[in-house]
């Protein structure tokens, strides 16, 4: 499904949130970086290296790693590192999130910019994310939501289940955008995604609504 609508997968993702999705990973990379010198930083679910490209703007000299399950993102990915001088900092990887090709503690930043819940189960996912973490390592996680406020998720779900499918099949060809509101919708809320990285290791567990809370920031770090 991603891999049809790799073309055109930054052109929808900038139009459908109104160009709000640039600024939701500039605030992510933001949270990211906690002042203190990084070396290796893992990018899940990287799609096409946007939030990766954040990364390295923010890091230094840190090596990012952004690994996504399908060649077809990875190598627009790899344009627009190229595009942007950072082909040198920015590492691509073809690999399963599920079973990480990376042994424990190899990275002290990861983040996961609207991948999560396309993952499952999503305790495994969590479980190698503690995995490949070091001890007091930073994760910061972007994930659509359902806002609390009842006006707003009514506006929220006339657009997100009723408009932004039929954009989203006009201009990619496919249905692949009302897969997006239907994993939105079973997603684990914000409460519920903290205590469940609580039982997998992580510490210090935040979370921060974004847009009126349809977008959600969290941030956390392993347990030492």
């Not at 949130?17 to 906690?34: C, G, P, T, V, Y």
């Not at 809320?189 to 990285?197: A, D, G, S, Y």
């Amino acid at each position: 499904m991603f891999t049809s609508i790799a073309r055109r997968y930054d052109l929808l993702n900038h139009l459908l949130s109104l160009n709000l999705d640039r600024r939701w990973r500039q605030r992510a990379a933001h949270e990211a970086f906690d002042g203190r010198p990084r070396s290796r930083v893992l990018d899940l679910c990287a799609g096409t290296g946007d939030l990766a490209l954040e990364l390295a703007r923010r890091f230094g000299d840190a090596r990012i790693v952004a690994l996504d399950f399908l060649e077809p993102m990875l190598e627009r990915g790899r344009a627009k590192s190229r595009r942007a001088g950072m082909a040198n900092r920015i590492y691509p990887v073809c690999g399963d999130a599920l079973h990480l090709p990376f042994r424990d503690h190899s990275f002290e930043v990861l983040t996961v910019a609207f991948g999560l819940r396309n993952l499952f189960p999503i305790e495994k996912s969590l479980a190698e994310m503690a995995r490949v973490i070091q001890p007091g390592g930073q994760i910061v996680i972007l994930e659509f939501a359902l806002p609390a406020q009842r006006f707003w998720r009514w506006l929220y779900g006339l657009y997100f289940f009723r408009i932004l499918p039929k954009i989203g099949k006009w201009i990619s060809g496919t249905s692949a955008y009302s897969y997006l509101a239907a994993s939105v919708a079973l997603f684990p809320q914000p409460e519920r995604l903290c205590e469940m990285l609580g039982k997998r290791g992580f510490a210090d567990v935040q979370w921060h609504p974004l847009t009126g809370g349809t977008v959600a920031l969290y941030t956390a770090r392993v347990a030492r």
